[in-house]
């Protein structure tokens, strides 16, 4: 399934349940390639559910569909761009990055810098798309292993 011929729509999410499948079945799939399993924990404890049924008070998100699939979602709050993930099997077909070019024109209309804290599956994408490292940040978890992370920005003039 390599095609990437196929529009993809976005549309607000209005449903936690179904952001918080997307997001765990993600980070079940992907992230134990990256991270130790306390950090893989803390990642599925930080988007679980209820975080999400509380953010939408907070947070614009949205859903990538693809001939009326979901394949995807990602959040903005404010000049932060959050919570961004494309479902395994969507992935590496280019609608990550078309989420991304939405989720940036949403933010550039008010913000003239995008903030991302990037997590390790997902930073090459933003270095190529012109976000900068700007810290290194870690986190103990329970266990004590660490979540490691970089924390990016992308001002408006980087916009291509």
């Known amino acids: 399934m390599k095609n990437t011929d196929f529009s993809m729509q976005l549309k607000r999410a209005e449903c936690p349940v179904k952001v918080a499948e997307i997001v765990d079945r993600t980070i079940r799939n992907v992230y134990p390639h990256y991270y130790p399993s306390g950090a893989v924990q803390f990642f599925l404890d930080l988007h679980n559910e209820q975080r999400i049924r509380d953010a939408l008070a907070r947070e614009d998100i949205y859903f990538a ?32 990055n078309r989420l991304m070019d939405f989720l940036e024109d949403m933010v550039f ?13 997902a930073e090459s994408m ?17 266990g004590g292993d660490y979540l490691c992370y970089h924390t990016m920005e992308k001002p408006v003039d980087e916009k291509g």
Request: aromatic share 12%.
């Open 65 to 96: 569909v693809v001939q009326g699939e979901i394949v995807g979602t990602g959040s903005i709050r404010g000049n932060e761009i959050c919570r961004l993930f494309i479902l395994p099997e969507y992935q590496a077909k280019g609608y990550g």
């Open 109 to 121: 209309q008010k913000y003239r810098v995008i903030h991302i804290d990037a997590s390790f599956p």
């Open 126 to 142: 933003y270095l190529k798309r012109g976000y900068q490292i700007k810290t290194y940040e870690k986190i103990k978890t329970r």
